[in-house]
């Protein structure tokens, strides 16, 4: 009766092929990798076509021999012998540090042939008390141990009767029912046992460094991601910080206004009425009177300028194309520029009522930069409207400057309209693209998606 043995074969097929490897060589691999390259989820697909070509049962081991997953494609007398395998109190311990091998069946000792093929580097051919065979290949990257391929269950030789229907007996199964499945297995040959240990070493080894090539392009992925957000959120404060701080210059020029128009004219209607008061005769009161109306009323025109800069009433009752041409006229007539308003659109239904009201700070924020910086004589001014967004072009002939002279300065105090144009499309998720050079006029173009779920939390009509 033949005993249960383990044969080392000597060649040992690798690694060391003279290709370049980028295996983690004295890299400790974390536990969370180890677990993934091991997912038996990830290796089902390419084991189970290995077991239809070779005619073999394969499964997945760790470094101590554990089964990891189930056993693929079991042949016909070790399922039936392994259905009635006594249950063994814990496994025991083997010579190299394993805990056996699922594979085997009736071993005279514990099999340890995992643990004996990562030690040798090398597949390792077991044989039990039934006369089955199996062989175990080394998962190995780099100088990480991390489990085996172990394969077989099949015969080497024509079975022998009288050993195989003593473990029947064991077992508890029919001897000759054993024995009549076993005749009708073929016998592998051992030279074909080593081609096929030879291929699943191969595949195996070249599955393991796909697996860990792909979690490390994953990982990279996730970093550059990770610092692309971090980068972007970056870039989002300092845009913030900037627009809050021309923000705050806007509260001081409406501190301004309100200080040296409306308030010097609350003092000379306060005045005039002290004066008006202490005239003598009723001619000189009605003529004082007529100069306070005219005090009050230039007041009045200012308290809707103001009004009509901080919120006009007729974007919520008119719209965005109406408010745009009513503050395009304010503008030529008070500054000489001349703003043609291109609004084909105007009678479609009405824009969301945050998107309205940031394109109407845009143009107003453009047309201010227009005035302060490009000495133009022409801006044209178009909305229009396509299925999911919104587009807003304001393209003047003035002087042009270095868009990326202007960009590559931050924290200057330049181009802060700039940076606020763009923080208000992007809190609706919009984009802004800026096309401008010395001598060429600039035209500034901005596209705000119209959905919904687009739109910032914070893009609301009083911000």
Not at 420 to 443: C, H, K, M, Q
Request: charged letters at 25%.
């Amino acid at each position: 009766m033949p005993l249960p043995e383990h044969r080392v074969l000597e060649h040992n097929r690798n690694q060391d092929k003279g290709e370049p490897s980028a295996q983690p060589i004295g890299v400790e691999l974390p536990p969370a990798i180890r677990a993934d390259l091991l997912d038996p989820a990830l290796w089902q697909d390419g084991l189970a076509k290995y077991a239809r070509t070779t005619h073999l049962a394969v499964a997945l081991a760790d470094a101590a021999g554990r089964l990891i997953g189930s056993i693929i494609s079991p042949q016909p007398t070790w399922s039936l012998l392994h259905a009635k395998l006594p249950p063994i109190s814990p496994p025991s311990e083997g010579a190299a540090g394993g805990v056996g091998c699922p594979f085997s069946l009736a071993p005279l000792k514990p099999c340890n042939c995992v643990a004996y093929a990562l030690a040798r580097g090398g597949f390792v051919e077991a044989r039990d008390r039934t006369g089955l065979v199996h062989f175990a290949v080394p998962l190995v990257l780099g100088e990480h141990p991390l489990g085996a391929l172990v394969a077989g269950q099949v015969f080497d030789q024509y079975p022998e009767q009288l050993p195989l229907e003593q473990v029947a007996k064991q077992f508890l199964l029919s001897p000759g029912k054993v024995w009549e499945l076993a005749r009708l297995e073929h016998p592998v040959k051992r030279a074909t046992l080593e081609v096929y240990a030879d291929l699943l070493a191969t595949l195996g080894q070249t599955f393991l460094q796909t697996c860990y090539h792909t979690i490390l392009a994953t990982e990279r992925r996730l970093q550059e991601r990770t610092a692309e957000l971090a980068e972007a959120n970056a870039v989002r404060a300092r845009l913030l910080k900037q627009v809050m701080s021309a923000r705050e210059e806007e509260q001081r020029r409406i501190a301004r206004d309100l200080h040296d128009g409306i308030g010097q004219s609350l003092t000379s209607l306060l005045l005039g009425l002290r004066a008006a008061a202490e005239v003598p005769t009723f001619e000189e009161a009605r003529a004082r009177l007529g100069e306070l109306r005219g005090i009050t009323a230039a007041l009045l025109d200012e308290v809707r300028r103001l009004a009509r800069g901080l919120r006009p009433s007729v974007l919520d009752d008119l719209g965005l194309a109406a408010v745009l041409e009513r503050y395009a006229a304010d503008y030529t007539q008070a500054h000489g520029i001349a703003v043609d308003v291109c609004a084909p659109d105007r009678a479609l239904a009405r824009l969301p009522a945050e998107v309205e009201t940031a394109l109407y700070r845009i143009a107003q924020e453009t047309l201010t930069n227009v005035l302060k910086h490009a000495a133009a004589k022409a801006v044209s001014l178009v909305v229009r409207r396509e299925s999911s967004d919104v587009h807003l072009t304001v393209d003047d002939d003035g002087r042009g400057f270095d868009n990326d002279a202007l960009l590559q300065a931050p924290g200057t105090g330049k181009g802060l309209g700039l940076l606020d144009i763009r923080e208000r499309a992007a809190l609706l998720n919009g984009s802004v693209t800026l096309e401008s050079r010395p001598g060429s006029g600039t035209t500034v173009h901005v596209c705000i998606p119209l959905n919904e779920e687009n739109h910032g939390e914070d893009s609301r009509p009083d911000r």
